[in-house]
C-alpha cells in the first residue's frame, strides 16, 4: 500500500483499528462523497470526513454566511460574514487536512443540473432544509444507484434515514410520500434549533458515509433515527419499501426529468 509517511502517521489511530487497517483508509483515499449544504449539518459532516481522509469531498451550496448561521454552521467563523459558504468551507477543510481534494460547487441544486453534480460519487449526504430539495436528492440518487444519507433536524430533534438503492431499502420518498412535498414545513428561522442538534446528526451521516464506504456494521435503512435531546431518547421506527414509490418501485421512473419540485428560495440548514 502506498501510503506516505505523514499519512501512516496522519491516519494512525483508524488505520491501527480491526475493521478498517491500512485497507481500509485506502478505500476511503480512493472514495468521493459529496455533501449538500455546508450549513448546520455539512459543517460536522465534512469537518469529519476531511480529518479522516476521504480522498474527495464536493461541496454544494449558494448562499454566503450570515450571523444567524454561526451557533451551528461551525465551518463558518466571525470573519466569514458575507462570504460565500463555500468559500469558506473550502480554507477551513484544506487547511484541516490539504490531503483531501476538496471540490466546491456553487449552484443551487435544481432538477438541470443535480445528475452532474452527483453522478461520480459514491455516498451523498444531504444537509438541505427543505423537503423539495430532500426529494430531489432522493430521486436523483435513487436513479443513479447512489447511496445517501437524508436529515431533518428542528428544535432538540433530529432525524435520519440511509437510502441504499443497490440493496432497494426504503427511500424517503417510500416514506413521506409525494404529499409532503406541497405542504409548508416549519423552518429553523421560525421554529428555532439548538447548535449541536445538526452537529449530532451531521457526524451520524458522516458515519455512515464511512461505514457504506468500508461496508462496517449496519445502516441506517429501513428505518428512521430519531433524536431527541431534551428526553435523550434515541428510537428508530421502521420502515419498508414501497413497491408503488415512483422514486424506486417497479414502476419507477426518473422523476428528475418529469416531476415538479416546488423548490423555491431556499437555504441549506
Ligand atoms: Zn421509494
Known amino acids: 500500500m502506498d501510503f506516505t509517511i505523514e499519512q501512516i502517521e496522519r491516519y494512525s489511530r483508524q488505520i491501527v483499528l480491526k475493521e478498517i487497517g491500512g485497507i481500509g483508509q ?3 483515499l480512493d ?3 459529496t455533501i449538500i449544504g455546508c450549513g448546520g449539518l455539512g459543517s460536522p459532516a465534512a469537518y469529519y470526513l476531511t480529518a479522516a481522509g476521504i480522498g474527495s469531498i464536493k461541496i454544494v451550496d449558494f448562499d454566503v454566511v450570515e450571523l444567524s448561521n454561526l451557533h451551528r454552521q461551525i465551518l463558518h467563523f466571525n470573519n466569514d460574514l458575507n462570504k460565500k459558504k463555500t468559500q469558506s468551507a473550502y480554507e477551513k477543510l484544506h487547511k484541516l487536512n490539504p490531503d483531501v481534494n476538496i471540490e466546491v460547487v ?12 452527483l453522478k461520480d460519487s459514491d455516498f451523498v449526504i444531504d444537509g438541505s432544509d427543505n423537503i423539495p430539495t430532500k426529494m430531489l436528492i432522493n430521486d436523483a440518487c435513487v436513479n443513479l444507484d447512489i447511496p445517501f444519507s437524508i436529515a431533518g433536524v428542528i428544535r432538540f430533534n433530529g432525524q435520519i434515514i440511509t437510502v441504499n438503492p443497490q440493496e432497494k431499502t426504503a427511500c424517503y420518498r417510500c416514506v413521506f410520500g409525494d404529499i409532503t412535498e406541497h405542504e409548508p414545513s416549519m423552518s429553523c428561522s421560525q421554529a428555532g434549533v439548538i447548535g449541536l442538534i445538526p452537529g ?5 451521516q458522516a458515519n455512515e458515509a464511512i461505514k457504506y464506504v468500508l461496508k462496517l456494521g449496519d445502516l441506517i435503512t429501513n428505518r428512521i433515527l430519531f433524536l431527541d435531546l431534551l428526553k435523550y431518547r434515541f428510537s428508530f421506527i421502521k420502515v419498508v419499501r414501497n413497491e408503488n414509490c415512483l422514486a424506486c418501485g417497479d414502476q419507477a421512473i426518473d422523476l ?3 416531476h415538479e419540485y416546488n423548490i423555491g428560495d431556499v437555504c441549506f440548514e
Open 256 to 258: 428528475v426529468e418529469t
Open 106 to 117: 456553487n449552484e443551487i441544486l435544481l432538477p438541470d443540473n443535480i445528475k452532474e453534480i
Open 31 to 33: 472514495s468521493k462523497i
Open 26 to 28: 485506502k478505500k476511503l
Open 200 to 204: 449530532i446528526v451531521g457526524c451520524i
